[in-house]
């Protein structure tokens, strides 16, 4: 080890190896995002609807935090897992997404083993009640939003989240069990736009 | 009362010690001088302490007390070290200024990133989230073309790919408002760094890789310290031909860093070490001490330059403070539900890994150690007293306070007396802290009875004044003879 140490600074060994290293500095972003516009362009879109409140993360600045209202209900397991089923929290399950008649996301079941399709995302367990159901944490829960529009955002979708005649939502691709977020709305109107135009 | 009588004899002892200490340091001067004809070896010492003989000789050669030639002779055995050249002590500091200037601007990107700007759209956002890095990588590349011997240079690229890498991520999780798995994020983060330090030989970025590793280790998962070990051939290789003062303060980190991430790693869940975590720390420590002292050898190359040893005495000390006091052995976690898994296990081979480190070093170089080097390491056996706890088939632990207050204050003395002997004044206030310290607690300690006190407080008393006594009695003798030869 400490001989291919020695040669590791020669030019011959360097360079190659430290192209191979940036280039794969380099691959793992650009993969990353290879696979959100993936997802973008071909996943199947579905709303959920949402209630949000608003920290802040030191590398990726002011966000967000959606919750959603398919979280809040308890979910049965599918019948060929109810019996086998170990409960851990935290761990990933798949739940099967179906949509209501507003057109709504929502959780019809929830299985152990990748479904077949792509009406389904990967979530984390939650809790366990003893009648054999799950509540689940769905992933993709930020929206990052600029510095200055962060406290709109969050009053807005607050308040108006709670009055029934608002719809506040945020449109998601889905495609191969994970979700994209496309943008967040109220009444149709993208969260961004919708802030700038409240002001005088 | 008690408190005056000890108080009196510990200042008469220190008199004696400084007394001692004067006499001492006066007869190995002469002793030296005498015995410069008889020695053709050049003796290496440092820059600092050829400054100080350089102006000393100017001094005595113009009063008279030596003669022009005896100057040039003691000028003349003395060499001065060269690793702590000028130039290259230059070279690093600078390297530090340079790296930390390197590391302020890859964190003002990111923040400038975390602004968050909307307005330029998905592609711009892209694109500006490779620029940093590209920029960053060429820097590497034209460093190790034109600048390699640079540390200021390596440092510098080297520091700000690394941020650059995180920089690039988080730009692009917030275009795309991924989820934040901080852990994921770490991990993938560390994986693109690691390469960084081996490449461009950085110091920076092993601080930076060691800061993720104890970061990472308090996700309450999997025992990410064992990452650690991918830092070892690039620090084997830095011990043997960058030894500079970057070396020194990433290694004193890691030492660190070890420590506490393994700890972290423990603590959130049951296992051999958080069972008890200030015995397990004091093993760690101990070991620290051995590994130090067979890694950068036994001669006393300075507090700073081993930071294992120094790392490993700092933690004895305080460790075997806290256990010197009533309740602290059975602190941690009861051991109601123990999940044998590879964590458990990897954790009960690393007592193992310790006392095989302890028992080798002391086996190999018993010998060569002071006694009171002997007696710290030898205080690992009070670990031995867990596991056997742990087995259920050791209750009490009244005798094991009372060995380890003995402990401290018979080595705490043997370093006070090594110290004043080896003239070394860092040494000699370490044993007096660390001496004061356990009195001072003993005092304010309500948890003992006070019977118990009281036979405690006259064990330690007459301790104190017994190790005083034999000290003077053993080595008074080679002292006088030192003198006598000096007065021939």
């Not at chain 2, 302490?49 to 008279?64: A, I, M, N, P, V």
């Not at chain 2, 994986?191 to 104890?214: C, E, F």
């Not at chain 2, 043997?240 to 603590?267: E, P």
Request: hydrophobic share 50%; net charge positive.
């Amino acid at each position: 080890m400490i001989n291919f140490l020695k040669k590791l600074y020669q030019k011959n060994v360097w360079l190659p190896l430290a192209l191979l290293v940036f280039a794969i500095q380099l691959l793992v972003p650009g993969y990353m995002i290879f696979e959100q516009q993936q997802t973008l362009k071909h996943g199947e879109l579905y709303k959920f609807k949402v209630r949000p409140i608003d920290p802040y993360d030191p590398f990726r600045g002011r966000y967000v935090v959606l919750s959603f209202e398919a979280e809040q209900n308890h979910i049965p397991l599918i019948d060929q897992d109810k019996d086998n089923y170990n409960y851990k929290r935290h761990a990933w399950v798949y739940a099967n997404l179906s949509r209501n008649e507003k057109g709504y996301a929502v959780f019809d079941s929830v299985t152990i083993k990748k479904p077949e399709g792509n009406n389904y995302i990967r979530v984390k367990s939650r809790f366990y009640s003893v009648n054999k159901k799950l509540r689940v944490h769905i992933p993709f829960d930020r929206y990052y939003a600029p510095e200055h529009k962060a406290l709109a955002i969050e009053t807005n979708v607050q308040r108006r989240s709670r009055n029934n005649d608002d719809e506040v939502y945020v449109a998601v691709k889905i495609r191969n069990g994970k979700g994209t977020i496309e943008d967040l709305f109220i009444n149709d109107t993208p969260i961004l736009e919708f802030v700038e135009n409240l002001r005088p | 009362m008690a408190f005056n009588i000890i108080s009196t004899t510990f200042i008469e002892g220190l008199r004696r010690l400084a007394l001692k200490f004067c006499n001492l340091c006066y007869g190995r001067f002469i002793l030296t001088i005498i015995n410069l004809g008889y020695m053709d070896k050049q003796k290496i010492i440092s820059a600092e302490k050829s400054r100080w003989l350089q102006s000393e000789l100017t001094d005595w050669s113009s009063q008279g007390l030596i003669s022009q030639e005896q100057s040039e002779g003691i000028k003349a055995y003395y060499r001065v070290e060269q690793s702590q050249g000028k130039a290259s002590h230059t070279s690093w500091t600078m390297g530090i200024l340079v790296a930390l200037g390197a590391l302020l601007i890859g964190g003002g990107i990111i923040m400038l990133f975390a602004h968050n700007w909307e307005a330029l759209g998905k592609s711009a956002r892209t694109f500006l989230s490779f620029l940093p890095l590209v920029i960053a990588q060429a820097l590497c590349l034209y460093t190790y073309r034109k600048r390699f011997s640079s540390v200021a240079w390596r440092e510098a690229s080297a520091g700000l790919t690394f941020m650059a890498i995180a920089a690039s991520i988080s730009l692009i999780g917030q275009t795309y408002h991924i989820y934040g798995d901080l852990e994921r994020f770490v991990i993938t983060w560390f994986a693109l760094g690691l390469p960084l330090a081996y490449l461009m030989r950085s110091n920076l970025v092993l601080i930076l890789l060691t800061a993720l590793v104890v970061w990472l280790c308090t996700f309450q998962g999997d025992p990410y310290w064992l990452l650690f070990i991918a830092f070892v051939p690039l620090w084997i290789d830095f011990y043997h031909n960058q030894r500079n003062g970057t070396f020194y303060w990433s290694t004193w980190l890691a030492t660190f860093g070890i420590a506490l991430s393994i700890m972290l790693s423990a603590v959130y869940r049951d296992s051999p070490l958080s069972l008890y975590p200030i015995i397990s720390l004091l093993l760690i420590a101990t070991a620290f001490y051995g590994l130090g002292k067979s890694i950068f050898g036994l001669k006393e190359t300075g507090f700073w330059r081993n930071p294992l040893t120094s790392t490993g005495a700092i933690g004895i000390g305080v460790f075997s403070l806290i256990l010197s006091y009533g309740d602290s052995w059975s602190w941690g976690y009861d051991r109601l539900d123990l999940i044998y898994g590879f964590s458990f296990y990897l954790d009960a081979l690393l007592i193992f890994v310790a006392f095989g480190i302890i028992t080798w070093v002391l086996v190999r170089y018993w010998s060569r150690l002071y006694l009171y080097q002997r007696l710290l390491m030898l205080v690992s056996i009070s670990a031995v007293f867990a596991i056997l706890h742990f087995a259920q088939s050791f209750e009490s632990y009244i005798l094991l306070i009372i060995a380890m207050n003995l402990f401290i204050l018979c080595t705490s003395t043997l370093i006070i007396v090594r110290a004043v002997e080896l003239n070394r004044g860092l040494l000699l206030n370490a044993g007096l802290i660390w001496m004061s310290c356990l009195i001072l607690i003993r005092f304010f300690d309500s948890d003992i009875g006070i019977l118990i006190k009281a036979f405690a407080f006259i064990l330690i008393g007459s301790g104190f004044i017994g190790v005083n006594i034999w000290f003077s009695r053993k080595h008074n003798k080679p002292e006088v003879q030192n003198l006598e030869a000096a007065n021939d």
